[in-house]
């Protein structure tokens, strides 16, 4: 009987802590105001697809940016000057079957420490879906990994240690694995 009434105390003690947290929760308060200090650098021409979607900072303060709709990316500097690095290709059917969206799409955007670019590409084919790769000082962009037609590569994030990259699929669900140097196809 004791030890089930030092259980019960010991339960009671621990619900009470966690109503107590609870109601002491206070809400999130942003350190600055919103958008302190912030200005527009340049503007873009929606209507040509510029639709900015990821962003990389160079180390010399220039933004490197994915164009979603342009298939493109490009470089705004400082004084906000913009310069197209790549077009990526165009799919043979203007990627109406693209997933979601019926357009083609580039999204995710990393920027290694040699300055190499990788950028995702979703088209709705099986020829030019996957991650590609921008070489500092080349026009042409590479393809380096595909990856599934019918998905959605969205996110893209780089891990220096173990040299792979890791890719979320916004419609598949999934988050795939690929190495540095690219491959014949992603890992899970």
Avoid: C
Avoid at 14 to 31: D, E, I, K, W
Avoid at 113 to 135: C, E, M, N, P, S
């Amino acid at each position: 009987m004791k030890k089930n009434l030092k259980s019960a105390v010991l339960a009671a003690a621990a619900a009470g802590l966690s109503l107590m947290t609870v109601a002491t929760a206070t809400q999130a308060v942003a350190a600055t105001a919103p958008l302190s200090q912030a200005r527009i650098v340049t503007h873009f021409d929606l209507a040509q697809g510029q639709m900015p979607e990821n962003a990389v900072i160079e180390p010399n303060g220039s933004v490197d940016v994915t164009f979603a709709a342009a298939r493109q990316v490009a470089r705004i500097d400082r004084g906000g000057a913009t310069q197209i690095l790549a077009t990526l290709p165009a799919p043979s059917d203007g990627g109406v079957h693209t997933p979601v969206l019926g357009f083609p799409l580039t999204t995710g955007l990393v920027r290694t420490d040699d300055g190499t670019l990788y950028v995702l590409y979703a088209t709705g084919t099986a020829d030019l879906t996957g991650l590609w790769r921008l070489k500092p000082g080349h026009r042409a962009p590479e393809r380096i990994a595909a990856l599934p037609a019918d998905g959605l590569p969205n996110g893209l994030a780089f891990d220096p240690r173990s040299r792979a990259f890791y890719i979320t699929d916004s419609v598949l669900g999934t988050v795939w694995r690929v190495p540095a140097n690219g491959g014949s196809g992603p890992g899970p």
